[in-house]
């Protein structure tokens, strides 16, 4: 983490070895983790450590460590908490971040895409002509602040410190979560349903209750644009999940 100029500090960035962090880590957790992120997280003798160092395009982001790391601060039990871990749904639907930006950047993206044509023998194919667009991204902060008495951080048992180390944490990771989805409003980023030009599968004015034929139509549409690429999921919000157990229990 020395020197990294990136706004919010994503777990995949935490160096969990590193003499500073791992001691804070272990204060938390039983001695017995620390065999386990020399093993299988972090460090020079770590498994993530040797894979990366064996496959040089791996290396270069050093991909493994950032996936291990990430699954250890996502699966390790909390302060005298259980942790039942991360699923493969939470880290399928997990974003792409860039690091290690510094100031506003660009991303060069198609508006419009090169054509193919099928020819005859020796003849010469129309020339393309795609267009494009810069998507341009700024940087944004967000912050959380709590004023903690001294008494109440002496005489609290279990420590209210841990607690609101929680709380703050959940909450700003709930709050980057929010606008990735649906920002734009004072300060946020934009997130994806306040962008412009993305696909739209409209249920109705305001949304509306999904049926089978909407959701064939919603695959449809992705694979119709060839975006059916990748491991793709589906997000929601609670409200399809009650529907679905309405209709089950009823």
Not at 79 to 95: F, H, V
Not at 100 to 113: F, H, I, T
Request: glycine share 8%.
């Amino acid at each position: 983490m020395a020197n990294d100029p990136s706004v919010v500090i994503m777990p995949s960035n935490v160096i969990v070895s590193s003499p500073r962090v791992e001691p804070e880590l272990l204060h938390y957790l039983d001695i017995s983790w620390q065999a386990i992120i020399a093993g299988d997280v972090d460090g020079e003798n770590s498994t993530p450590y040797k894979i990366d160092q064996a496959a040089p395009n791996l290396n270069r982001y050093s991909a493994t460590r950032r996936v291990a790391r990430t699954l250890f601060m996502g699966s390790a039990p909390t302060y005298q908490q259980q942790n039942s871990g991360l699923d493969d749904k939470r880290i399928n639907l997990g974003a792409r971040t860039m690091n290690r930006l510094r100031g506003d950047v660009s991303v060069p993206a198609l508006n419009a895409k090169t054509t193919a044509y099928w020819v005859a023998e020796n003849n010469a194919p129309t020339e393309g002509a795609p267009t494009f667009r810069q998507v341009t991204t700024a940087p944004k902060t967000i912050a959380a602040y709590v004023d903690l008495s001294r008494k109440l951080l002496i005489q609290s048992d279990p420590s209210v410190e841990q607690v609101i180390r929680n709380d703050l944490v959940s909450q700003i990771g709930t709050a980057i979560d929010a606008v990735a989805i649906e920002g734009g409003g004072s300060n946020e980023p934009t997130g994806i349903l306040q962008t412009t030009g993305i696909g739209d599968y409209s249920l109705g004015t305001n949304g509306g209750a999904p049926t089978w034929d909407m959701v064939v139509g919603l695959i449809e549409d992705v694979q119709s644009a060839h975006a059916d690429t990748g491991r793709l999921g589906y997000l929601t919000n609670a409200c399809p999940s009650s529907y679905n157990l309405e209709q089950s229990t009823a």
